[in-house]
């Protein structure tokens, strides 16, 4: 499958072939299934935070025993990984100096 250019905004969760406005915060290149893949990590964060929401108006329940926050970020940390393997060298060099990599098996 063939790989395009695509610019991606992770905190609209914007994937995108067509540069615009501020969706060029990372820039990767990746087939439609890749895509489909980075996608769904967003979907998820967006999912796991609806849920904290939620859990959010629950006082008694600390938020560091939240099962929701741990999933949005770990799905933030996949996707960040998935941006790295895909991206172009600013995008690589970027997430590198962030220190968002982890050693962990996907």
Same mark, same amino acid.
């Given at each position: 499958?063939?790989? @395009? *250019?695509?610019?991606?905004?992770?905190? $609209?969760?914007?994937? #995108?072939?067509?540069?615009?406005?501020?969706? %060029?915060?990372?820039?990767?290149?990746? $087939?439609? %299934?890749?895509?489909?893949?980075?996608?769904? @990590? !967003?979907?998820?964060?967006?999912?796991? #935070?609806?849920?904290? !929401?939620?859990? #959010?108006?629950?006082?008694? @329940?600390?938020?560091?025993?939240?099962?929701?926050?741990?999933?949005?970020?770990?799905?933030?940390?996949?996707?960040?990984?998935?941006?790295?393997?895909?991206?172009?060298?600013?995008? *690589?060099?970027?997430?590198?100096?962030?220190?968002?990599?982890?050693?962990?098996?996907?």
């Amino acid at each position: 499958m063939e790989k @395009k *250019k695509f610019y991606v905004n992770i905190g $609209t969760g914007e994937i #995108s072939q067509i540069p615009y406005s501020n969706n %060029d915060g990372y820039v990767i290149h990746a $087939t439609e %299934d890749e895509v489909r893949m980075l996608r769904a @990590k !967003f979907e998820n964060m967006h999912g796991a #935070s609806f849920r904290a !929401f939620w859990r #959010s108006h629950v006082p008694i @329940k600390p938020y560091h025993e939240d099962e929701a926050n741990d999933d949005y970020d770990d799905n933030m940390a996949e996707a960040f990984e998935l941006l790295h393997e895909w991206g172009d060298e600013q995008t *690589k060099s970027h997430i590198q100096s962030l220190g968002l990599l982890s050693d962990r098996p996907r």
